[in-house]
């Protein structure tokens, strides 16, 4: 069951005091900020495969394969040995209500409640509604609780009663289903690895790569703003939707240091601290970015699978095999980059515009790997037709529907110098290009 749990997060996370004190490394930033590590070596981490995270202005709650510990007053507390479900058990999810009340979604056991004194499990339910990979757990405006689980689908617990929602009978794109979100309409968005659903109450709408501006079909991460934008950490890259239209981030056109995004936090100034397969970043939602990596901070290196801040803006990265870092004091600068520093974010506008003939002054770029086998294109449309013409006029290659930042695979393309024509809703645009 163990090394399922594992393959499926590859796939794209007290009633008796007992404290442990702990030594963990500290180190100071150049901004002034504190960065301090936990792991297994240096502090009493119950584990170092950090899967989820629940910050408060007290300390941290960390899920991690090997059960649930907690940080607070500068030690750490080994919540497993309280509860026999969490014993070495995998710890996906972690959400505190409004009352306080821990939630916490596990591998094998389904969701288990801690109000401070007493352990509430669903084992009934669990196996009933088949609640394995309780992957995360959300409230909504009425206190119902929408229960997303891996390979089981969308369950909800109203405090007394247990529904569940799978593709067969509803508008649910997936059973896979990774995140949550309720917006200010009290609307359930439901991200999977095809895309994303939204829920009404009565009525289901779904977002894929087809229909709208998302960079890839497998959102691990959604979060909302407070003008009710959504971000969606996809494996694409970033992207956001404010209703009307798509904007996308990834290392082509901006600092974000993976296409892959596992995770997503906003603070309270409105920040997005963005967790990736390398490295993580903070996002003023606009052109202003800060990267954080093994080369020029503490974080741990590889793989930052969540993200957690707290209300005093205290930020928690937690890595999926090194542990967990804690940044504290952090301030934005007022400006890390120039619009001219690197290309504008995909603008991903209504697929319901229509062509405009003639040159065209969409911003476009060729990104080469030559050495992979494959080049990008960064475009502001919603798609394009993407043409390869040799010296001779012939059209070698075309590429229908192409989204910014998808790769275009050149092996099978005769070296030589090419006109790539990029279509899209605003005109055609010629660029050389020297495929070597």
């Given at each position: 069951m163990r090394k399922m749990s594992v393959i499926l997060r590859a796939v794209i996370a007290l009633a008796i005091?007992?404290?442990?004190?702990?030594?963990?490394?500290?180190?100071?930033?150049?901004?002034?900020?504190?960065?301090?590590?936990?792991?297994?070596?240096?502090?009493?981490?119950?584990?170092?495969?950090?899967?989820?995270?629940?910050?408060?202005?007290?300390?941290?709650?960390?899920?991690t394969y090997q059960g649930l510990c907690r940080m607070s007053g500068g030690s750490w507390m080994d919540y497993s040995m309280f509860n026999d479900k969490l014993k070495d058990q995998s710890v996906n999810c972690l959400t505190i209500d409004s009352r306080g009340v821990l939630w916490i979604g596990t591998d094998d056991y389904g969701v288990i409640e801690w109000d401070g004194t007493n352990w509430t499990e669903y084992t009934d339910v669990t196996r009933r509604l088949k609640m394995k990979f309780v992957k995360e757990i959300v409230v909504d405006q009425d206190g119902v609780k929408w229960i997303g689980v891996t390979l089981g689908g969308l369950v909800t617990f109203d405090g007394s009663n247990w529904d569940k929602y799978t593709p067969d009978d509803c508008g649910l794109l997936s059973d896979f289903v990774l995140d949550l979100a309720i917006d200010r309409a009290n609307r359930k968005w439901i991200t999977t690895n095809a895309g994303v659903s939204v829920f009404n109450g009565s009525r289901w709408t779904s977002y894929t790569t087809g229909n709208s501006g998302l960079p890839d079909d497998i959102v691990p991460a959604i979060v909302i703003d407070k003008d009710n934008v959504k971000w969606f950490g996809t494996l694409g890259g970033l992207a956001s939707y404010d209703g009307q239209r798509w904007k996308v981030w990834n290392p082509n056109n901006s600092p974000l240091p993976s296409e892959q995004v596992n995770d997503i936090a906003i603070d309270a100034n409105g920040l997005l601290w963005i967790a990736t397969s390398k490295g993580a970043a903070v996002f003023d939602g606009v052109d202003n970015w800060v990267t954080f990596t093994s080369r020029n901070s503490q974080i741990p290196a590889g793989n930052i699978y969540k993200v957690a801040v707290a209300n005093n803006g205290t930020v928690w990265f937690g890595n999926d095999s090194k542990g967990l870092a804690k940044l504290s004091g952090f301030r934005m600068p007022e400006k890390t980059m120039t619009s001219n520093d690197t290309p504008a974010p995909t603008d991903n506008r209504s697929n319901s515009e229509t062509s405009n003939p003639g040159p065209s002054d969409e911003h476009v770029r060729i990104n080469p790997h030559l050495d992979e086998g494959y080049i990008t294109i960064s475009i502001e449309s919603p798609s394009a037709t993407i043409t390869f013409t040799n010296k001779n006029g012939k059209v070698v290659k075309t590429v229908e529907n192409y989204v910014s930042g998808k790769k275009i695979k050149i092996t099978k393309i005769p070296k030589g110098m090419y006109i790539v024509g990029v279509k899209t809703v605003r005109g055609e645009k010629k660029i050389k290009f020297n495929l070597k």
């Open positions: 005091p007992f404290t442990f004190h702990l030594s963990p490394f500290t180190l100071q930033a150049q901004d002034n900020s504190t960065w301090t590590v936990y792991d297994t070596r240096s502090s009493d981490i119950c584990g170092n495969n950090i899967s989820a995270l629940a910050a408060d202005n007290k300390g941290v709650w960390a899920g």
